[in-house]
């Protein structure tokens, strides 16, 4: 600090004096600031850390969806091997007992009681039900089954009449607004539509995908945006993300949302139809908007050439890098990594400005890269966790510049401190952390058994950070998450049990052997994901002979190592037979993992 | 025999040199978005102070000068940052400011020993003297440390609040 000595200066007393004290007040000044701006980036590199394990466990698990995916592909392409004794299981699966039936037999199946005090929609829509919508959601009502499959039968109509690519024009007094990513989270979309007008001709949106599962209300703005699609079906644009499936849903909540609000399970199974992809380019000549897309009808057994379902999969879940070229996405398992090279030449190619895509959780809402010339914008806010992003939107017309607009809901009336919010979302990322621990336990600590030849118990941070990126197959800082995770001692070596101390699974039964234990645990949401599809009247219950068949094709699929007897045992033991069936949801909600210092027993992390 | 220790000495400065290497690549990776190696000069400083040192903005501004390009571009490369700040962590630069340093600190600011600051205090000391606050860094900083009761920052607790915090 260069701060000038003034008693040098051989000023006089009083002055002298003055000067000293304004001196010291200087470098006290000085002191506190400096000692907290290192406070400060100490925080926001702890959010960073934090939002970097949550998108990490999360392209992991994405990696697991598609596993799931190629899973069931291997089960198809398998059918005829299957050996006789399963037949049943496989037509259960892949026998679509879904009939295309006629609209009038579905909806002749339900009646609207007098006692429904919920919105009630008037077709042909108007805008007068936008708002009906919209003000009966803010009450938490909940629209009544019968308008759900109205609005869906009508989507499907219009939607299957529509081409792959949208063309539409903007102009400096009609710019049109693009959202990223909502995952249910009705908020932010009221939100938007409060500081940016409600969908008109004059206020044309696109809305990229992504609209569910995650958040708790995918049903409430799947509603809003089919029914504004249906009063404006020139103005208001839906692209398909990469949740617009129903596997993905499975995973995800979005089912578990429709079976939670809407007990009428068998009648809700016509699977949502859509077009248009996330994707969406400006035309240079400036006024045209394009989405690209694949048509299909969903229908798990209409199935897409192997060759189409790997054009959906690259457009809907690959994402922009600095490197150059065109590499496997990794991190998701699906999808490719593209450079500024690759946009470049598509860009040129068709003679388009820029892309505008969704899919990445971003900090701040929305990040530009590729030189300007891909933008991605993401409108789910606090998508982690409470205070872990911003949400923002777009607003661009030909010849401007885009605008953006950033937002963050907030439950509390006055926002907390920085620190406190930094606090809640690391200690949420390290407990999901310590969750994955668990779940690889056995083959974590052969690893590091692995590395610790004198059988120390001890390893060097990095040997340690080598086992844990290997095993767990997370790009995470592991040297500034190590002091989260485990003791270190005075020389700077890790005990690698300490990792394991505070957290643990339970178990179901006692005589089980752990490794089975923390097998099902790692594998919960796919299993469940599993027996729902094989569960099709979705009572809860598949039979025994069912439960193990599945396993035992699973455990093949995954090279899961663990004795049939085992689980045959494990399931025996628990005794969640009912009458030859298995209630399968039980059965994995035994699974769950107890950490030490909770005052709640069960985990937060909940199954899809 | 001299030669052994020599080597024994270089070998630890090696791996401490490794070690250093990976913790910095860490740190600059989490801020790398597009991961090409670099990062927004805007947040060098962040990076720096997260890897534990607390340069001065002064100070901040010549390192960034010494890993910035020769024609700057708003971006810092990996390659040209590893080694200036692995210099940095050799030789322990810009180690933090103690706790009892930091409290004295406050005390010179509280000349009659009331044991707090008045907000309108701290704003005139943060935002004039020093190298000073921008409105963000002090409406952030006043967010955490002022009791909204007596609004003032009673600055021995809210110094403890934040070292614990940190630990």
């Known amino acids: 600090m260069n701060t000038p000595n003034l008693e040098d200066m051989g000023c006089g007393t009083s002055s002298a004096t003055k000067d000293k004290k304004s001196e010291k007040a200087l470098k006290a000044a000085l002191v506190i600031q400096n000692w907290y701006r290192g406070y400060s980036a100490r925080l926001k590199t702890r959010q960073r850390y934090a939002l970097t394990i949550f998108q990490s466990i999360e392209y992991a698990d994405e990696q697991g969806q598609l596993q799931l995916s190629n899973f069931f592909s291997f089960m198809l392409e398998n059918y005829t091997n299957v050996p006789e004794k399963e037949p049943g299981l496989v037509t259960r699966l892949f026998g679509s007992s879904i009939q295309d039936k006629d609209r009038q037999d579905y909806l002749g199946l339900i009646e609207i009681p007098d006692s429904y005090c919920g919105p009630r929609l008037q077709f042909p829509l108007t805008f007068t039900d936008i708002d009906l919508l919209i003000e009966a959601f803010k009450q938490q009502q909940i629209l009544h089954a019968y308008y759900v499959l109205e609005v869906l039968f009508e989507t499907k109509k219009v939607l299957q009449q529509m081409p792959n690519f949208t063309h539409t024009n903007t102009s400096p007094s009609k710019e049109i607004t693009i959202c990223g990513d909502l995952h249910g989270k009705l908020d932010d979309l009221f939100l938007i539509f409060y500081k940016n007008g409600l969908p008109s001709v004059t206020n044309p949106y696109v809305f990229n995908g992504d609209f569910v599962d995650r958040g708790k209300n995918s049903m409430e703005i799947l509603m809003i945006l089919f029914v504004s699609f249906l009063v404006y079906p020139n103005d208001l644009h839906l692209n398909r993300g990469n949740h617009e499936d129903f596997m993905m849903n499975m995973r995800y909540g979005f089912t578990k949302e429709i079976l939670h609000k809407y007990k009428m399970r068998s009648v809700l199974m016509p699977p949502i139809p859509m077009d248009g992809d996330r994707a969406e380019k400006k035309n240079k000549l400036g006024t045209a908007t394009v989405a690209l897309g694949i048509r299909t009808s969903g229908s798990f057994s209409e199935q897409l050439t192997k060759q189409e379902w790997e054009q959906v999969i690259d457009i809907l879940w690959s994402d922009p890098r600095g490197k150059r070229g065109c590499y496997p996405n990794t991190n998701r398992g699906g999808g490719c990594y593209f450079g500024p090279d690759i946009t470049s030449k598509i860009l040129n190619k068709y003679q388009l400005k820029m892309l505008v895509r969704s899919h990445e959780c971003k900090p701040e809402g929305y990040e530009i890269c590729h030189d300007g010339k891909v933008i991605t914008v993401f409108s789910a806010s606090n998508y982690y966790e409470e205070g872990s992003n911003r949400g923002a939107y777009i607003r661009m017309s030909s010849g401007t510049t885009p605008r953006f607009f950033q937002y963050q809901i907030t439950k509390a009336t006055c926002f907390r401190p920085l620190y406190q919010r930094v606090n809640a979302i690391e200690s949420s990322a390290i407990r999901m952390l310590k969750e994955r621990m668990i779940s690889r336990k056995t083959d974590l600590i052969r690893a590091f058994q692995l590395q610790d030849r004198n059988k120390s118990g001890k390893l060097s941070m990095g040997q340690w950070a080598f086992s844990m990126e290997n095993v767990l197959g997370l790009n995470l800082p592991w040297r500034s998450l190590s002091s989260h995770l485990v003791t270190t001692d005075k020389d700077g070596n890790i005990d690698y049990m300490s990792g394991f101390q505070d957290v643990h699974i339970q178990k179901p039964v006692k005589e089980v052997q752990s490794s089975l234990i923390e097998t099902v645990y790692r594998y919960r949401s796919d299993l469940q994901i599993i027996f729902n599809i094989i569960d099709s009247d979705h009572s809860g219950l598949i039979s025994m002979e069912e439960f193990r068949s599945m396993w035992r094709l699973f455990k093949s699929h995954y090279s899961v190592h663990i004795d049939d007897s085992q689980f045959d045992e494990l399931a025996e033991r628990m005794d969640l037979n009912k009458d030859g069936s298995i209630d399968f949801n039980e059965f994995l909600k035994a699974f769950y993992v107890v950490h030490k210092f909770d005052q709640l027993n069960k985990s937060d992390t909940k199954l899809a | ?167």
């Open chain 2, 1 to 167: 025999n001299l030669n052994l220790l020599e080597d024994g000495k270089e070998r630890k400065e090696e791996v401490a040199v490794a070690e250093f290497h990976k913790k910095i690549k860490e740190a600059f990776e989490v801020f790398d978005h597009e991961s090409n190696n670099t990062v927004d000069v805007r947040e060098v400083g962040t990076i720096i102070r997260s890897l534990g040192c607390c340069p001065s903005e002064g100070e901040l501004h010549d390192l960034i000068a010494e890993v910035e390009e020769e024609e700057p571009t708003g971006y810092i490369r990996f390659e040209k940052f590893l080694p200036v700040m692995t210099e940095v962590l050799l030789e322990r630069r810009y180690r933090p400011i103690p706790e009892d340093i930091l409290l004295r600190a406050f005390e010179v600011l509280d000349p009659a020993k009331r044991g707090f600051l008045s907000k309108d205090e701290l704003i005139k000391y943060m935002t004039e003297e020093g190298e000073p606050f921008s409105q963000e860094e002090m409406e952030e900083m006043l967010s955490a440390a002022i009791d909204p009761e007596s609004n003032s920052i009673h600055y021995k607790d809210y110094i403890t609040m934040m070292v614990i915090d940190e630990n």
